[in-house]
């Protein structure tokens, strides 16, 4: 799949989530076969400013390439200005966020209520495009009460987007209800770039079956990847033998790695609340998990959570012999 100059190496990409999708998450995600992820939506104002937190929200380690930034906010100067930050902090692809319903975001006068302004997505759009070569994609919602997802889109392919992700839920819904696919497929036949579809794709047939019923380019996952980054290797090798389940092994490496990663990466109160979410995810379902993270959330620092852990991944490895 292609984004503008971008060539991917699948059509699979990561959602941004706020909180989430950090450098750590992302490659992981990475690893079993993501080619497109985001960060989680950045102030352009607060870029503009040069705002710690926001600042930190660009770093990233080698694996996680090529990544898109996202921006929210509601001011064309701004959006342009952090784009060509981002552009010189290495950012591979620029990501406007016209979805986010969160009322701390629409506050702003960003997020999902652009949707309700096409001349401002348009004048936003055309400075982003005049200030940086990078590719531009924009991420929409279906709409407020009637769905225009479609007129929004169409203007943002005039003004030179490169592609347009759709989650189709209303910014009202939230997360509830389900998405309306049926809208991915008909933006996908009223554009000429390419379409990510996204929104409760939970397991590799969901992938499957929202590319076959929309005709979507690309398939967007979210929180489903959450302790659950071979998602990606199971919609990529979908229908093929190939396409196993994690054992029990690889999901100790990868929460290591996970936490290894945070613990060098962030500083202590943060590295320890990621540390936990972490944990929460990956031990999900498996035999004596809610003990295993009562143990952890008692825990008094790094050294005791890695060795809590490496005593519960022996026991789930040799039951007979604890
Ligand atoms: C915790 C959380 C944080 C999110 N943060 C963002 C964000 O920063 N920017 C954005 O465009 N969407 C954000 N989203 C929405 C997701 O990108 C995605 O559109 C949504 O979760 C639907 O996809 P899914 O069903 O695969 O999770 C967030 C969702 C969740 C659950």
Redesign the pocket.
């Known amino acids: 799949m292609r984004i503008g100059k971008l060539l991917l190496n699948n059509h699979l990409s990561l959602?941004?989530?706020?909180?989430?999708t950090n450098t750590v998450f992302r490659s992981t995600a990475r690893e079993f076969g993501c080619a497109l992820a985001f960060t989680?939506?950045i102030s352009a104002e607060g870029l503009v400013r040069g705002n710690y937190r926001t600042e930190e929200y660009l770093r990233r380690i080698p694996p996680d390439y090529p990544l898109g930034v996202?921006l929210f906010g509601s001011d064309a100067a701004a959006f342009a200005e952090a784009a060509r930050i981002a552009e010189a902090r290495g950012a591979d692809l620029i990501d406007v966020?016209m979805?986010?319903p969160a009322k701390k975001v629409l506050r702003t006068g960003g997020g999902a209520l652009l949707m309700k302004d096409p001349a401002k997505v348009r004048s936003i759009i055309k400075a982003i495009r005049n200030a940086v070569s990078l590719p531009l994609t924009i991420?929409l919602r279906s709409g407020w009460g009637r769905p225009n997802a479609g007129e929004i889109a169409a203007i943002a392919e005039d003004c030179g987007v490169d592609a347009v992700i759709l989650?189709p839920r209303t910014p009202e819904q939230g997360f509830s209800g389900k998405p309306d696919w049926s809208l991915i497929e008909k933006l996908k036949k009223s554009l000429r770039i390419p379409v990510i579809g996204?929104?409760?794709?939970k397991s590799a047939p969901d992938a499957v079956r929202m590319q076959e019923t929309t005709g979507c380019d690309g398939v967007m996952?979210?929180?489903?990847s959450m302790g659950n980054p071979w998602i990606f290797r199971q919609v990529l090798n979908y229908g093929d033998k190939g396409s196993r389940m994690p054992d029990i092994e690889e999901k100790r490496r990868v929460l290591m790695y996970n936490i290894n990663m945070i613990m060098e990466l962030f500083e202590r109160k943060t590295a320890v609340l990621l540390t936990k979410q972490n944990i929460s995810w990956y031990v999900r379902g498996l035999p004596g998990s809610s003990a295993f993270r009562r143990e952890v959330s008692g825990a008094a620092g790094a050294q005791e959570i890695r060795s809590l852990i490496a005593k519960y991944f022996a026991k789930l490895a040799a039951p007979e012999a604890k």
């Not at 959602?15 to 989430?20: F, K, L, S, V």
């Not at 996204?198 to 794709?201: I, L, W």
């Not at 996952?221 to 489903?224: D, F, L, S, T, V």
């Open positions: 959602a941004p989530m706020a909180g989430i989680e939506m996202q966020n979805g986010c991420k989650h996204n929104g409760d794709v996952i979210g929180r489903a």
